[in-house]
């Protein structure tokens, strides 16, 4: 089942919005208006981001990481 969701906005934000849309590709802007909510989903917290900030110096200061010369190293 589908809900028809309506938005306010002033006229050049939509027109802009709609430019922005047509330009990514998109054919409809309930599509891109789709894309961007997806996209905001999978975006990281900044709860999850400074808890894996603190790990990260954790274990750095654990000695826990390693120095690598290039990404070759890391492999």
Do not use: C, H, W
Not at 21 to 27: C, I, Q
């Amino acid at each position: 089942m589908r809900k028809v969701l309506s938005l306010s906005m002033p006229a050049a934000e939509a027109v802009l919005l709609k430019k922005v849309a047509k330009k990514r590709g998109y054919n409809s802007l309930g599509l891109y208006v789709k894309f961007l909510f997806q996209a905001d989903r999978d975006l990281i917290s900044e709860t999850e981001l400074l808890k894996s900030a603190r790990d990260a110096r954790k274990e750095y200061r654990a000695g826990k990481s390693i120095k690598a010369n290039s990404l070759s190293d890391l492999l």
